[in-house]
């Protein structure tokens, strides 16, 4: 079946965040929900979010799930504020754990955060099915860019967050903890064999190119397998592995990781408050390494 996808796009980090539904029974998921925040002064904002929330009500949707591709390191979740508008059970891949058990030394997090991912209303498995509305939907465990990414096929639809940019883009980088180039290129040919050419694929960022096209969001199972830079026909894993590893050398960590991580690794939210109402993210010092 064909779902309906309407997208919204968070322009500070080029996120593309997505309300998915049934147009039958009007069930619906929502997608990767970026908030605003601004880096120099800790704020937040819900403008962004709260463009999801409009298209959930004009639309007449029941919202049953709010998914996660995994802890993003460049931009904030905004899943407890959406949750907090429309409802929806929270869900990302099981390798939350192991995300959650790094960053948790990491950033000395209080003693009551326990990495089990107890956080999140689901945790989803490898090849986990479920629903929205009448449509069938299925989890691909795809990991390489994090060890917790999870791609997610609803109908004819599947959204990759990371893995895949827009082919003339190629694919995320695979330097961030858990990361592994030989894992990425494995879950993308998983990918490409086990979903038809005429899949429509959602992707999570686009630049562009650098400005010198308009921004992309949709492409195609057989697009990605023919022309993707980086692993389309042609390319073999060792080539990939090689590319990724002398490019990831290059990249400066996204602006956001250190408040994204410490707060998507607690389904978005706030660290608990201090005795005067106030909360507060940390800044590891000559710990780079440890990202």
Not at 78 to 100: L, W, Y
Request: charged share 25%.
């Amino acid at each position: 079946m064909r779902p309906e996808v309407r997208h919204v796009l968070h322009e500070p980090s080029s996120t593309f965040s997505y309300v998915v539904w049934d147009p039958q029974t009007r069930h619906a998921a929502i997608i990767d929900p970026a908030l605003d925040f601004d880096q120099n002064s800790g704020q937040t904002g819900t403008a962004t979010p709260q463009r999801l929330v409009d298209i959930v009500r004009e639309e007449g949707l029941t919202v049953d799930w709010i998914l996660e591709t995994h802890a993003h390191a460049d931009h904030v979740t905004a899943a407890q504020f959406v949750q907090d508008q429309v409802g929806g059970q929270i869900g990302i891949g099981e390798g939350i754990r192991q995300v959650q058990a790094h960053f948790r030394e990491v950033f000395g997090l209080e003693r009551g955060f326990l990495p089990d991912g107890s956080q999140f209303d689901h945790l989803f498995a490898d090849g986990e099915n479920f629903q929205i509305g009448e449509i069938e939907a299925r989890t691909i465990a795809t990991p390489g860019h994090t060890n917790d990414h999870m791609t997610y096929i609803i109908g004819d639809a599947c959204f990759v967050g990371d893995t895949l940019f827009m082919p003339d883009a190629g694919t995320a980088r695979c330097d961030f903890p858990g990361g592994s180039a030989h894992q990425l290129y494995q879950s993308v040919q998983r990918v490409f064999r086990e979903l038809p050419d005429e899949t429509r694929m959602f992707i999570l960022h686009d630049y562009g190119k650098g400005g010198q096209r308009e921004l992309r969001n949709e492409t195609t199972v057989g697009e990605q397998r023919r022309h993707n830079i980086h692993v389309g026909e042609g390319v073999g894993e060792d080539e990939y592995v090689r590319m990724r590893t002398e490019r990831d050398a290059t990249l400066n960590l996204p602006t956001l990781i250190i408040p994204s991580v410490q707060l998507n690794i607690r389904a978005g939210e706030m660290p608990p408050a201090d005795e005067h109402g106030h909360r507060y993210l940390k800044v590891p010092i000559d710990a780079i390494d440890a990202f």
